[in-house]
């Protein structure tokens, strides 16, 4: 049976190789932008590049076994869809992160973010957004203040993003005048080939 509700399970997930290979192997160098229709497996792929990254080593002593080893990224899956101001933003990710907001203003994820590194030396942080629609239509009503500082922060290499949504973020991507404008690198879901239906 096909699973309708949230992420599928790991034995459940199949297909989308290209997408996660795309992630996994360039994140580092850009963020990305994961768009399409309801149901077809946005969540499931940021869930799954979620635990990829959270499972992924590299070793701070040239392999020598895993507890010499450092995280090679640092991820904070947040599901967006239920965050309808900067406040709810800041309380779901302060719990995430393990530090605590000084205020809820968008600049302020920008010390969140420096006062992490600080903690934690090694490893990417890589926020990972689902169903931002509503987010970003909220942060548009205020000069799109927190999105321009994703831009940034993308932009200077602190951290990377991989955002999921539809209409909204779509639209953004394609607006000279969003902050979301040649920020990610855009991924269309389609449906699934047959043979991974199938599987």
């Known amino acids: 049976s096909y699973v309708t509700s949230g992420p599928v399970s790991e034995n459940m997930f199949f297909g989308r190789d290209y997408e996660l290979k795309a992630i996994m192997r360039t994140i580092r160098d850009r963020s990305f932008a994961i768009v399409g229709g309801r149901k077809i497996g946005k969540t499931s792929v940021l869930s799954k590049v979620h635990r990829l990254m959270e499972t992924a080593t590299v070793s701070a002593e040239g392999g020598l076994g895993r507890a010499n080893c450092s995280p090679a990224y640092h991820p904070f899956y947040l599901d967006c869809q239920h965050i309808m101001d900067y406040g709810e933003f800041f309380g779901d990710l302060a719990l ?35 169903e931002v629609d509503k987010l970003l239509s909220y942060d548009q009503h205020r000069q799109t203040r927190l999105f321009r500082v994703f831009r940034a922060l993308s932009q200077e290499g602190l951290c990377r993003f991989v955002f999921c949504g539809e209409r909204q973020l779509n639209a953004g991507l394609h607006d000279p005048n969003s902050p979301l404008f040649n920020f990610c690198s855009i991924m269309r879901l389609s449906y699934l080939s047959t043979r991974d239906a199938t599987r």
């Open 96 to 130: 995430k992160m393990g530090i605590e907001p000084g205020s809820t203003t968008p600049a302020e994820l920008r010390r969140m973010v420096l006062r992490y590194r600080r903690q934690h030396q090694d490893g990417l942080i890589v926020l990972l957004l689902d």
